[in-house]
């Protein structure tokens, strides 16, 4: 995105000559990918027209000014529908965007299409029974799972569909495809980036935030759509940083902390072996790195679980009573469940997550970020149900939610970024954390760890 953005500036191509390029690749590579739920054609290229109007009369509006990109399809896009990757919405065309939408439409983006997912936002791998299941490009002999709930927005980056995206995150959804698919990906602070027009699943642990194939092009989205938004009361008024500006290169003196328990030590061998040797290399840069555990991290999970499928159920209530035929098998069971956690249980939950926040605070208090796998395995085969980790046997689908919720639960910023492959060629992915609403530093360390490495210029094989 931000090379794109450069030559775009310098009049070396034309937004339009951008979006049908990448209206191209959609025709020819999305039928077997099944990265969009809707393509934005004709609205793509008046808007790419647009842009490149403005930018000939000296009016760019940004850095990413005539780039195209894909909301995932639970973003209210005005005109165009947000079916949230469901049946009961199929036909749902809102009447105005999501506040994130129209941001990066006042920086100059261009939304390309509207990005598959797994219904409802309810499910770390990413399948959809209505619109088909977004397939991971790593893997052309196989159907692996992209990783959820944002599969098509990493699907699309990583095979070029598009240069950037919007994914949500409630307990990974945005890091474990950017690290299943090999691309960047940032959950920011909770309060960080309004969530005003883009459906709820988990109001106090819903994230919005950027995914694309570098940490720079995510500085940059992440500067056009942050900010308090009256729309949004749990936004923050917090003034919004240069988040490109602080992006030197350097990590001389950065303190990191590489989570061993509950984190790397569980991973699959290979994914723990990339994750140290990506601590070796941050400490080999300047890069102050020790080891630290979380003491509360092992009540996560339940205490998670009571607050998600308590929040979900309270906004699908009505329509589980006259649709539930509509939601596809494993979204509606999940919904089902929410109506066994009661009250006090809710309120567990919310104590125990003060626990989790000040315990991820404290490690945190003399290190500037955490250095964690995003995900213990790399992309499983859809209908793999089971699998091994370093302290046993898991099922997949809490294998991929293991170390990217604690920090939805705590609403600390986190991002993923590759760091390796298997020995199969699948991706690795690797999480920095950082302080509430210091994703400058988050971004800093990410961005640094890529360009001390190549992985960020992998492409994959359906790309």
């Given at each position: 995105?931000?090379?794109?953005?450069?030559?775009?500036?310098?009049?070396?191509v034309?937004?339009?000559?951008?979006?049908?390029?990448?209206?191209?690749?959609?025709t020819?590579?999305?039928g077997?990918?099944?990265?969009?739920?809707?393509?934005c054609?004709?609205?793509?290229?008046?808007?790419?027209?647009t842009?490149?109007?403005?930018?000939?009369?000296?009016?760019?509006?940004?850095p990413?000014?005539?780039v195209?990109?894909?909301?995932k399809?639970?973003?209210?896009?005005?005109?165009v529908?947000?079916?949230?990757?469901?049946?009961?919405?199929a036909?749902?065309?809102?009447?105005?965007?999501?506040t994130?939408?129209?941001?990066?439409?006042?920086a100059?983006?261009?939304?390309?299409?509207k990005?598959?997912m797994?219904?409802?936002?309810?499910?770390?791998?990413g399948?959809?029974?209505h619109?088909?299941?977004?397939m991971?490009?790593?893997d052309?002999?196989?159907?692996?799972?992209?990783?959820?709930?944002s599969?098509g927005?990493?699907?699309?980056v990583?095979a070029?569909?598009?240069?950037?995206?919007?994914?949500?995150?409630?307990?990974?959804?945005?890091?474990?495809p950017?690290?299943?698919?090999g691309?960047?990906?940032?959950?920011?602070?909770?309060?960080?980036?309004?969530?005003?027009?883009?459906?709820?699943?988990?109001?106090?642990?819903?994230?919005a935030?950027?995914?694309a194939?570098?940490?720079e092009?995510c500085a940059?989205?992440?500067?056009?759509?942050?900010g308090?938004?009256p729309a949004?009361?749990t936004?923050?008024v917090?003034?919004v940083?240069?988040y490109a500006a602080?992006?030197?290169g350097?990590?001389?003196g950065?303190r990191?902390?590489?989570?061993?328990?509950?984190?790397?030590?569980v991973a699959?061998?290979e994914?723990?072996a990339a994750?140290?040797?990506?601590?070796k290399?941050?400490e080999?840069?300047?890069?102050?790195?020790?080891?630290?555990?979380l003491?509360?991290?092992?009540?996560?999970p339940?205490?998670?679980?009571?607050?998600?499928?308590?929040?979900a159920?309270?906004?699908h209530?009505?329509?589980?009573?006259?649709?539930?035929?509509?939601?596809?098998?494993?979204?509606?069971?999940?919904?089902?469940?929410?109506?066994f956690?009661?009250?006090?249980?809710y309120?567990?939950a919310?104590?125990v997550?003060?626990l989790v926040?000040?315990?991820?605070?404290?490690a945190?208090?003399?290190?500037?970020?955490?250095?964690a796998?995003?995900?213990?395995?790399p992309?499983p085969a859809?209908?793999?149900?089971?699998?091994r980790?370093?302290?046993?046997?898991?099922?997949?689908?809490?294998?991929?939610l293991?170390?990217?919720?604690?920090?939805?639960?705590?609403?600390?910023p986190?991002c993923?970024?590759?760091?390796?492959f298997?020995s199969?060629?699948?991706?690795?992915?690797?999480?920095?954390?950082?302080r509430?609403f210091?994703?400058?530093t988050?971004l800093?360390?990410?961005?640094?760890y890529q360009?001390?490495?190549?992985?960020?210029?992998r492409r994959?094989?359906?790309?």
């Amino acid at each position: 995105m931000a090379e794109l953005g450069r030559m775009i500036a310098k009049k070396e191509v034309s937004p339009v000559e951008v979006v049908r390029t990448h209206l191209a690749r959609v025709t020819a590579l999305d039928g077997k990918l099944r990265a969009f739920i809707t393509v934005c054609g004709e609205q793509a290229l008046a808007a790419a027209r647009t842009a490149e109007a403005e930018l000939m009369a000296g009016r760019a509006a940004g850095p990413l000014h005539g780039v195209p990109y894909g909301p995932k399809d639970l973003y209210n896009t005005k005109g165009v529908r947000t079916t949230g990757g469901s049946r009961i919405l199929a036909d749902a065309v809102p009447t105005e965007d999501s506040t994130v939408v129209a941001r990066l439409a006042a920086a100059g983006l261009i939304v390309l299409g509207k990005l598959n997912m797994h219904e409802f936002a309810y499910g770390p791998e990413g399948l959809n029974a209505h619109y088909g299941d977004a397939m991971n490009p790593w893997d052309g002999g196989a159907h692996r799972v992209a990783g959820g709930s944002s599969s098509g927005s990493g699907v699309a980056v990583a095979a070029a569909l598009c240069p950037g995206a919007l994914g949500s995150d409630t307990g990974g959804s945005i890091r474990i495809p950017a690290s299943l698919c090999g691309i960047s990906g940032l959950k920011p602070t909770y309060g960080r980036v309004s969530r005003a027009g883009v459906l709820p699943l988990s109001w106090s642990m819903d994230h919005a935030g950027p995914m694309a194939r570098t940490v720079e092009d995510c500085a940059l989205m992440l500067r056009a759509m942050a900010g308090y938004d009256p729309a949004d009361p749990t936004t923050s008024v917090l003034p919004v940083p240069d988040y490109a500006a602080a992006l030197t290169g350097d990590v001389r003196g950065l303190r990191v902390g590489l989570l061993r328990a509950h984190f790397t030590d569980v991973a699959a061998a290979e994914v723990r072996a990339a994750v140290e040797k990506a601590a070796k290399t941050l400490e080999q840069a300047g890069a102050v790195v020790d080891e630290v555990g979380l003491a509360q991290i092992e009540h996560v999970p339940a205490a998670a679980f009571a607050v998600v499928a308590t929040e979900a159920l309270a906004y699908h209530a009505e329509w589980m009573r006259t649709r539930a035929a509509d939601y596809q098998p494993d979204v509606r069971e999940r919904l089902k469940l929410g109506a066994f956690v009661s009250g006090v249980h809710y309120v567990r939950a919310q104590q125990v997550r003060q626990l989790v926040r000040r315990d991820v605070d404290a490690a945190l208090a003399r290190r500037d970020v955490l250095l964690a796998p995003a995900t213990p395995i790399p992309a499983p085969a859809l209908g793999e149900k089971t699998t091994r980790l370093g302290d046993g046997p898991s099922d997949v689908r809490s294998a991929l939610l293991r170390l990217t919720r604690p920090f939805n639960f705590s609403g600390h910023p986190a991002c993923s970024v590759p760091c390796g492959f298997t020995s199969t060629g699948l991706p690795i992915g690797l999480q920095f954390v950082g302080r509430p609403f210091d994703e400058a530093t988050v971004l800093r360390a990410g961005d640094a760890y890529q360009r001390l490495t190549e992985w960020r210029a992998r492409r994959p094989v359906l790309a």
